[in-house]
Nanobody, 123 residues
Framework: QVQLVESGGGLVQAGGSLRLSCAAS????????MAWFRQAPGKEREFVTA???????NYADSVKGRFTISRDNAKNTVYLQMNSLKPEDTAVYYC?????????????????WGQGTQVTVSS
């Protein structure tokens, strides 16, 4: 079992930055692919970014060049640095972990999910 707890969300003006953190339990954290998804009101959950166990990353086109995912296996934590935020980035952001996926982009590829953290970007 892996438990995920997100933090770092909040309200920020357009153009600003936030850093989300996701703390994971479990001794096998380093072997999992980790990802961030987001869900805006009335919309489906969508892929944002993922990082594989070996550091390879994958980004949605909408966040390339603005968001950066990283992981610290010693701290069992994955981070999402979000820069140049836009109002359309407003959503609940979820951390996810997958034991068999390779930085995949699909919701069903991930086994464990956090409770989510709200990010609101004002214009």
């Amino acid at each position: 079992q892996v438990q995920l707890v997100e933090s770092g969300g909040g309200l920020v003006q357009a153009g600003g930055s936030l850093r989300l953190s996701c703390a994971a339990s479990g001794r096998t954290f380093s072997s999992y692919a980790m990802a961030w998804f987001r869900q805006a009101p009335g919309k489906e959950r969508e892929f944002v970014t993922a990082i594989n166990w070996d550091g390879n990353t994958n980004y949605a086109d909408s966040v390339k060049g603005r968001f950066t995912i990283s992981r610290d296996n010693a701290k069992n934590t994955v981070y999402l640095q979000m820069n140049s935020l836009k109002p359309e980035d407003t959503a609940v952001y979820y951390c996810a972990a997958g034991s068999t996926v390779v930085a995949g982009t699909m919701v069903h590829e991930y086994d464990y999910w956090g409770q989510g953290t709200q990010v609101t970007v004002s214009s």
